[in-house]
């Protein structure tokens, strides 16, 4: 979209432009080629000037069974996160939309998680679901090894989904709140003179009114689970991606490989991949979603 | 509304509870926890009372992380970040949305695309160049050139290693594009009637109207530099520039060391207070920024 009265000078808008130019070339588009460049090549064991290996490092990340775990992972992780959040905040929208006398405060509340950091929460979901301690160790006493994280690693998966879930459920809630608030009024009320009990209407016109809204937070929010940097906090400070990788996913394998393998090489194939992964997501995002494909 | 539905009012009551307990139970089982002597917060089953011991707690763990520090200097990133995004962002958008010129899709297309950048996927390489910032001009000016120049510039351990990097921001930019896109063309025109130009239109105009803008963005973006974790783990190694997400690990009881969670819970709960705080007070403007953010 155009303005007409736009104002006509090139060097003024560059000059406005240019610091936020300036970062996103040095620590973005910069890094981003060092990405590609790395990905490609790989550096002799003793020290000399990368050489260039086609495919190669992409041949060995795929063959390495621990990444198509971190991707099956990833993949747990994320679509269970977004589900659930989605699940979660649809439910709380509906219920307070109905403005209920007494559900205003409720409103306010269910968005105050999403201001704690992943990491903090996931610290202190630890205690609260650890198994010698906090809410489960009383279900673990009296099923011994009912619930450990730090032993199984679907229980793992769960305990950082759980985190995730909690965190981003407001945020969806926020979302859909909105959505429903631009439902006519005057469709519900007709449904009711109709018949229609609340549960009913929300089946049959509230939730197919929201189906933008709905596929908007499932790209987001898959989006988020695969390569938000909650994902990684969450996993680093409560499990560390183990036990035994049940809670590897991407970023924090990419992260670790880097900083702790030192297979910049390696990391960055991985690195490509997600943003590949990212790119889909946002092609989706804009293609369809700008379109606002109304349910009639 | 114009029916009585007494079951579904009950259910609708029943969920919003359940809602709460679910949401907000994690917040009372960390205060409660953080309030209690080191042998009620092992306790099985886990009492939900809260005790007396919550400001002591606190201050163990404030000496045993040193929050003092962390506090401060998470709240100087955080507040640095949010400025340089408001700032930045808002000059950015004028500059796409109110001059004709050939650049303003590039510059457009240069913004958008870092959102498939995040910074998980670009961690190494951009330490490597925060860590020696003039890699790229000298690899420049060599390849142009062919002169070798040796100026070094790290930003390691420092306030602009924090957040410089985080600055740029493809959201905000977006956020203020949207919204300078629906002001009326005639409020340039009479501007440019006036006799003012771009940058007066700016400072005179554009900035007062967009205030309820800048404060949504604010919010989002101080809870966003907040809680910044992998950024400030990379770049800072001197206990001086320690943030708060960093000072968690220290707060962790050690494996073999006694399980005192009622500090670790103490020092969570310091940890999470300002972003909290901004969300409940500003709740109105958070809000907003999120919804307009992803539009």
Redesign the interface.
Known sequence: MDKRAAFRSWWLPSLFALPQIILILLFFYWPAVAVLRWAFTLEPPFGGAAEFVGLANFQEVFADPLYWNSVGVSLAFALCGTLATIFIGLVLALAVDRQLPGSAPFRFLYILPYAIAGPAAGMAFRFILSPERGLMASVNAAFPDFWNPAKYGSHALILVIVVFAWKWAGYTFIFLLAGLQSVPRSLIEAAAMDGCGPIRRAVDIQIPMLAPTLFFLLVIMMTEGFVGADTYGIVARTTDGGPNHGTDVMVYRIVEEAFRGLNYSGASAQSLVLIGLIMVFTFIQFRFIERQVHYK | ???R?PF??A???G??VF??L???G??V??MS?ASQTFQQ??????SFLPQDRLLENMSAAWTRASLGTAMLNSFVMASLVTVGKVA??A??A???????????GF?FW??F??????????????Y???AD?FQ?VRLLISAVTGFEVSVDWNLLNSYAGLT??L???ATG?FLYRQFY?TLP??L??AA?MDGS???R?FIDMLLPLSRTNMLALTTIMF?YG?????WPL?MVTDPEYKTT?MS??A??PSDNGT?D?NV??AG?LI??LP??I???VL?RW??RG??AT?K
């Not at chain 2, 004028?94 to 303003?104: C, D, E, N, S, Y």
């Not at chain 2, 695309?113 to 951009?126: K, Q, Y």
């Not at chain 2, 907040?226 to 992998?230: E, H, I, R």
């Open positions: 509304m114009i029916q539905t579904a009012n259910l609708t009551y969920v919003m809602g709460f679910l949401l907000i994690p917040f089982v960390i926890g917060v092992n306790a099985i089953p886990f930045l962002s000059l950015t004028f500059a796409i949305v109110f001059f004709r010129t050939p650049l303003k510059f240069m913004v695309i870092t959102l498939m950048l995040p910074l998980e996927v670009r961690v190494v390489p951009t490597a160049v925060a910032l790229p410089l990097p600055i740029a921001t930019t896109l063309d005639e340039a025109e440019r130009g771009p940058i239109f809870v907040w809680n910044q974790y992998l990379l997400m968690l690990v707060l962790l399980p969670w670790t819970l969570s940890i999470m972003p909290l901004v969300v409940a709740q958070f809000v999120l919804v992803e």
